[in-house]
């Protein structure tokens, strides 16, 4: 069966360090993927897509990149700020199921000062 | 601020009852999507319309069901209601037709608790 995962657990980071996410999926081969931010009790809100032929995508002191070999998407936020502790959520699209978003669960992020 | 509102923002109602979530995409965007979110299932899609139509059924309870209407507004039919079904429910909107390839803006989210 189709699988995405992201890491379960929190994620602590220091401020002014890189942050990365990993996302990671089985049994799928995704025409798009998308990382979405989501704060307590809101709704997700869009950061990033790339597409399958992309290797990497940028926004600012955002990166994402796209492993198709692998199976993997590592999502990196750079110079990281108290402010940038949410959740994350990575959405894998594929072509035979109408493009749907399917979710990972998402990986809590918590940046300290 | 996406955009898109949903209402009510809370609801409180027993087993057995009925309620339907009302959400308004944003100005321009013909595609409306209904996701849950409870804590251990992280965030479910539901169901996808476009301009009126059903583009697809996610992992939608046979106890569920949308419309989008004319005005492209939409509403989430939930009935004979469970403890397990008390959750966040979502209401997204995109420009077009593909859920993958575009972005999707959310509303704030409608509590339903199911007591």
């Known amino acids: 069966s189709q699988k995405i995962e992201q890491n379960s657990e929190a994620l602590n980071i220091q401020e002014g360090k890189t942050a990365t996410l990993t996302c990671n999926y089985t049994?799928?081969?995704?025409?798009?993927l998308q990382w979405y931010r989501q704060d307590p009790g809101r709704g997700p809100v869009f950061l990033l897509l790339i597409r399958e032929n992309e290797k990497e995508k940028r926004k600012e002191r955002l990166k994402v990149t796209f492993d198709t070999t692998l199976k993997q998407s590592l999502f990196h936020i750079t110079a990281s700020q108290p402010a940038d502790s949410a959740t994350y959520l990575c959405a894998l699209a594929r072509s035979d199921s109408n493009y749907q978003l399917i979710w990972g669960a998402g990986t809590k992020l918590i940046i300290k000062p | 601020d996406s955009g898109v509102t949903q209402t009510p923002k809370h609801l409180i109602t027993a087993t057995g009852q009925r309620v339907t979530l009302r959400c308004s995409p944003r100005?321009?965007?013909?595609?409306v999507y209904w996701y849950q979110q409870s804590l251990d299932q992280g965030l479910q899609f539901l169901i996808h319309y476009y301009n009126g139509e059903e583009r697809a059924k996610g992992n939608i309870l046979e106890r569920f069901s949308a419309q989008q209407f004319p005005d492209l507004h939409s509403e989430l039919n939930l009935s004979s209601l469970e403890l397990g079904d008390s959750a966040l429910y979502f209401c997204?909107?995109?420009?077009?037709?593909?859920?993958?390839?575009?972005?999707?803006?959310f509303g704030p989210g409608t509590r339903l608790t199911v007591l």
């Open positions: 100005s321009g965007d013909l595609s």
């Open positions: 049994n799928y081969s995704p025409a798009y």
């Open positions: 997204a909107s995109s420009v077009g037709v593909s859920g993958g390839s575009d972005t999707q803006y």
